[in-house]
Nanobody
Framework: VQLQASGGGPVQAGGSLRLSCVASGRTFSRYVMGWLRQAPGKEREFVGAIYWSGGSTYYADSVKARFTISRDNAKNTVYLQMNSLRPEDTAVYYC????????????????WGQGTLVTVSS
């Protein structure tokens, strides 16, 4: 199983970025794809997730109404559209996969991508 995240980079506060996560190596139809992030000196935290099947989404309160998760089944790709970015959104963003049920806990995700750094300057 491979998860390949990309799309991070520097951005000014108020700007936007779209992260991508390409999944390969198995069928993910019964999986939940999560986005989690880890800021310097902090624990990894849940950002949001999407069910491959059905497309239901869930978000942390801190990103609701600013971030949107979507998927393209044909491309086996999950996206994290981030708008109205704030300096506190600066972190390494990871995509991760968990079987069947969404979870806000990083430890419950069994598959991880390598992370992509997002740096938001004020």
């Amino acid at each position: 199983v491979q998860l390949q995240a990309s799309g991070g980079g520097p951005v000014q506060a108020g700007g936007s970025l779209r992260l991508s996560c390409v999944a390969s190596g198995r069928t993910f139809s019964r999986y939940v794809m999560g986005w989690l992030r880890q800021a310097p000196g902090k624990e990894r935290e849940f950002v949001g997730a999407i069910y491959w099947s059905g497309g239901s989404t869930y978000y942390a309160d801190s990103v609701k109404a600013r971030f949107t998760i979507s998927r393209d089944n044909a491309k086996n790709t999950v996206y994290l559209q981030m708008n109205s970015l704030r300096p506190e959104d600066t972190a390494v963003y990871y995509c991760a996969a968990r079987y069947q049920v969404v979870s806000p806990y990083a430890a419950e995700y069994g598959y991880w991508g390598q992370g992509t750094l997002v740096t938001v300057s004020s």
